[in-house]
C-alpha cells in the first residue's frame, strides 16, 4: 500500500504562490509515476502535473505551462507541486496520486487540499 499526504494550499491573491507538498509512504517508489490533480466545483478531475519516481519525465496540462513546476526529494519521500502567477481559475481541490508507471490509472490517492486563488 502506497500512503499519500498533502499540504500547502490556502488561499491567494492573483499573481501569488504557493507550494504544495505529498508526502509518500508504504510501498517503495522505484517505479512509480507521481501526478497533482485538481477539481473544481461542477467540473472533472484532471490531471495537471506528472513525474516519474526515477528519471526525469515530467507532464504538464497546458493550462499550467510556464506557472507550475512538479520536482521530488527522494531522500524525503515527498512530490511538490510549485505554482506560480495563480489565476482564479486555478481554484480547485489538488490531489496528489500515484501509480506504477506501466499502469494506465492512479491507484493512490491523497485526501486532497483546497487552493482558492482571489481575484
Known amino acids: 500500500q502506497v500512503q499519500l499526504v498533502e499540504s500547502g494550499g490556502g488561499l491567494v491573491q492573483a499573481g501569488g504562490s504557493l507550494r504544495l507538498s505529498c508526502a509518500a509512504s508504504?510501498?517503495?517508489?522505484?517505479?512509480?509515476?507521481m501526478g497533482w490533480f485538481r477539481q473544481a466545483p461542477g467540473k472533472e478531475r484532471g490531471l495537471v502535473a506528472a513525474?516519474?519516481?526515477?528519471?526525469?519525465?515530467?507532464y504538464y496540462a497546458d493550462s499550467v505551462k510556464g506557472r507550475f513546476t512538479i520536482a521530488k526529494d527522494h531522500a524525503k519521500n515527498t512530490v511538490y507541486l510549485q505554482m506560480n502567477s495563480l489565476k482564479p481559475e486555478d481554484t480547485a481541490v489538488y490531489y496528489c496520486?500515484?501509480?506504477?508507471?506501466?499502469?494506465?490509472?492512479?491507484?493512490?490517492w491523497g485526501q486532497g487540499t483546497q487552493v482558492t486563488v482571489s481575484s
Open positions: 496520486a500515484a501509480k506504477d508507471s506501466a499502469a494506465i490509472k492512479y491507484a493512490y
Open positions: 508504504g510501498r517503495t517508489f522505484s517505479s512509480y509515476a
Open positions: 513525474i516519474t519516481w526515477y528519471g526525469d519525465s515530467t
